[in-house]
């Protein structure tokens, strides 16, 4: 199969959205099918890969990582598309790239799939805060309604995103795949280098966060669990790796807390070794999202064979049902900190998880979905077909 994707999203720009597409893109080549995606260009970042369309994009004020694709330039781009033959058009996210990819699908006379990679309810409201939740909460719920139309079908990475989905009236035909792991990509890491390279005591009991330091991330939770957790340890450290909208608002929040020399912001890390470095520096791994869709890097925590702690709520309840390599603590600050206070102060608890861990992690191998992705193309394509058909027969 040849499939055409689109975002509005991909990289340089790192999060869960960019993640899966490269995740995915690898596996179905290495099952022998092709790949075309379109996404924005970034500044200062050259593609060599000619698989990728690059369409020149629009800087957002509200959300100064991320880019909008301009208009003009994907229709041109768009036009250079349809010499060539695809057989389905799968959607990344519901903006720029949603009417264009519904639209291009059309021209092409091919279905088109969308994958709901964003929980919008709890999104919106971080970034249009001038507006009232309930305002916001609706705005979430009417563009994820109107995915649906001119699609073939929705894939979502877990079974509360579905749920989801279906509470706000969605009819779509909608699958559940996850994104899987490259587990030949997760190479150990090496603790002791990343503390070498940023200065830090290898001996102090460390906690890593690693994501987009955005504010729906809920990492101020994490923050009020640090600062119970270090009235019994004292020199314990956070260490956040990733950048994003909220950074200057949680370290004057950190220092409203006298936790200045409890936390460090490190920023963005290059994916592989120097990524896999932070992780390992962690005693556990923490995390407390409540607006993932899957929570992808609790699973290369795991992969590196880092205990986890963290809170369950939607996607990350898939990802943690029958999870022994973390300990799962209530939403709330105390339950949390007592969790977190439990693994640091037990090594045996901690290498009994980091070694059963890795045994989660083999469990979320990227080849079985990519497979079921492969298969769920191959089903929208028959019924497509199928359709085509009785339409034909119907104006015979």
Known sequence: MNILMISDVYYPRINGVSTSIATFRNALHALGHQTQL???DYPGYSECDESIVRVPSLYLPFDPEDRIMRTRPLHQGIRALTSQRFDLVHIHTPFVAHRAGIRLA???GIPAVETYHTFFEEYFHHYLPVLPRSWTRLAARAVSRRLERGLSGLIVPSQAIEQALRRYGLRAPIRIIPTGLDLDEFTAGDGQRFCRAYGLDPDRPTL??????????NIGFLLQVLDQVRRTVPDVLLVIAGEGPARETLQRRADQLHLSANVVFIGYLQRGQPLWDCYAAGDAFVFASRTETQGLVLLEALALGVPVISTAELGTCDVLK???????????????AAKTLRV???RELRLTLAARAREDA?????EPTARSL?????TVLEHDAAARLAVADAGG
């Open 38 to 40: 379109v996404a924005p």
């Open 106 to 108: 059309r021209r092409l």
């Open 208 to 217: 890593v966060y690693v994501g987009r330091v955005a504010h729906e991330k």
């Open 322 to 336: 029958n999870c022994a390599g973390a300990v799962l603590a209530a939403d709330n600050v105390a339950d949390f």
């Open 344 to 346: 640091l102060g037990d």
């Open 362 to 366: 083999a469990r979320w191998a990227i």
């Open 374 to 378: 492969v298969d769920y193309y191959a």
